[in-house]
């Protein structure tokens, strides 16, 4: 059983910094993508950042470009999310996601999402 663990929400003054971050375990685990998606109350969920597990080509939503960065650790299977010049609009739940190797779905784990509140 694959499971995805994220870590690092909280809440911080507009302008600051957090850092999430997702740990993936389970014996099948193999990815070929991971991503961080977000919620807002009333809103979709909607992706903020992504990564190619391979070669860590990266795509960011406008609204973070030049503010969040994605990252990985190969070899401990862990995502992460820098954020940085944090707005209140950023607040959300957070979302890990991971795309099977093998799976023709767009993603297939889903992390249990971690509160980022920002503000003003």
């Known amino acids: 059983q694959v499971q995805l663990v994220e870590s690092g929400g909280g809440l911080v003054q507009a302008g600051g910094s957090l850092r999430l971050s997702c740990a993936a375990s389970g014996r099948s685990f193999s990815t070929s993508r991971m991503g961080w998606f977000r919620q807002a109350p009333g809103k979709e969920r909607s992706l903020v950042a992504r990564i190619n597990w391979n070669d860590g080509t990266t795509l960011y939503a406008d609204s973070v470009k030049g503010r969040f960065t994605i990252s990985r650790d190969n070899a401990k299977n862990t995502v992460y999310l820098q954020m940085n010049s944090l707005k209140p609009e950023d607040t959300a739940v957070y979302y890990c996601?991971?795309?099977?190797?093998?799976?023709?779905?767009?993603?297939?784990?889903w992390g249990q999402g971690t509160q980022v509140t920002v503000s003003s």
């Open positions: 996601a991971a795309k099977s190797t093998w799976s023709s779905l767009p993603y297939d784990y």
